[in-house]
């Protein structure tokens, strides 16, 4: 279907002025719901199934999620999979969705199968079920070979208006999920030993500090000098990256993530995430959680998980709770979409994920759209999607 409106959006940070009308860009296609998909979650999703959930008004996005292919395949699984993602729509109230499977049709129609099952009993109203495979897309609901031939219809994300304006607004997407986890890779080499060096006289200065408190005449708030160190350390590095500084020096680095695992400081960290602030927290996180020696990475990954998930970054959360090496139960509440307090006790190594099924479950959406200039994503009732600043 053609392209039925255009506009260009602002520059990125930038709020449109009062009483400026709404630039927008009006997307009636399958193809242009699959070159929104990569902006939503962050990455280029394979081997997945992809929900979108909608609402009024016009079926604004609201919330995008994605789930592993069972592989092989697995008819129980594609079951689990399927409910779930009804109670995910469920809690968010939504009664209008979108599903596409990424791979192969063996690995695709069991679970589109069973989600449109699932979404029968949910009351959940399919606007489409796609599956995409080496720039093709077919329908699960269209059965016109004019309109949904056989052979599958080409397609090219990249090319499509709604994917550059997306990439205008700073949601990039990342050639898939691997790329991404990469941005927040350990460093290597001579960065690594002297990251070892500097935790080595971080962890000296601690010991001065304990030692100096024993001294105390009452001997009380052992720890109290420490966590006073570790508060000044996370003001001022939060007040560096604000100023849109950076963290250059190992030892400030080797500090401060020594001093977060004392729950005080991590917590007090925690509190200052102030969303409007959210990328410059994501920046000091990220240098933080590189950087940081292994076991001292899980405080400073937690930050980082709840920054992101501040900013709609459902899938940069998941994969910085994987740095932080999680394996705790299920049914953990401290995931970042579970709402929880600032001042959450949760140990460094409690599992951050939006799922019970035991693979991940990678979150985008609304929020995600949001976070960027003010952007907001719709499919309009045409059906049309509408990519508005």
């Known amino acids: 279907m053609p392209l039925l409106g255009r506009g260009r959006p602002a520059s990125p940070g930038k709020r449109r002025a009062a009483g400026m009308p709404s630039p927008q860009v009006r997307v009636d296609s399958p193809s242009g719901v699959l070159a929104v998909v990569p902006h939503l979650m962050g990455y280029r999703p394979t081997k997945s199934i992809v929900v979108i959930g909608l609402i009024p008004p016009r079926a604004r996005i609201k919330i995008g999620f994605r789930y592993d292919l069972p592989d092989p395949p697995d008819a129980v699984a594609a079951e689990e999979i399927a409910r779930h993602a009804m109670a995910i729509l469920a809690r ?43 720039g093709r897309y077919w329908s699960y609901l269209c059965k016109d070979p004019a309109c949904c031939p056989a052979e599958g219809v080409p397609f090219d994300p990249v090319a499509h208006p709604a994917a550059a304006a997306l990439a205008t607004a700073g949601l990039a997407a990342f050639p898939d999920r ?32 304990l030692a100096k408190q024993q001294k105390a005449a009452d001997g009380s708030g052992l720890l109290r000098l420490v966590a006073d160190e570790g508060l000044r350390a996370v003001g001022e590095a939060i007040r560096l990256y604000r100023d849109g500084g950076q963290l250059a020096d ?41 950087r940081a020696c292994t076991p001292y990475v899980p405080a400073p990954a937690a930050l980082l998980a709840f920054t992101a998930w501040q900013a709609g970054e459902g899938t940069l959360a998941n994969i910085a709770i994987e740095r932080a090496g999680c394996r705790a ?61």
């Open 92 to 134: 968010q109230r939504i009664r209008m969705a979108i599903g596409i499977g990424y791979g192969p049709g063996h690995l695709v129609t069991p679970v589109a199968d069973a989600l449109r099952v699932a979404a029968g009993d949910a009351r959940v109203a399919l606007r489409e079920v796609m599956r995409v495979e080496e």
């Open 178 to 209: 691997e790329s991404l986890a990469r941005t927040l890779a350990p460093l290597t080499g001579a960065a690594t030993e002297s990251m070892r060096c500097a935790t080595e006289r971080a962890i000296g200065r601690l010991a001065s500090l």
């Open 250 to 290: 190992d030892d400030q680095i080797a500090w401060l993530s020594v001093t977060l695992a004392d729950l005080r400081v991590r917590d007090d960290a925690w509190a200052r995430m102030d969303p409007d602030y959210r990328e410059a927290h994501r920046r000091l996180w990220t240098d933080v959680v590189r």
């Open 329 to 389: 139960r299920p049914g953990c509440r401290a995931r970042p979409g579970c709402r929880a307090r600032p001042g959450c006790r949760a140990r460094p190594g409690c599992r951050v994920t939006a799922s019970w099924l035991g693979r991940w479950v990678d979150t985008g959406g609304g929020a995600r759209l949001q976070a960027a200039a003010g952007c907001c994503l719709w499919l309009d009732a045409g059906p049309g999607l509408i990519v508005r600043r």
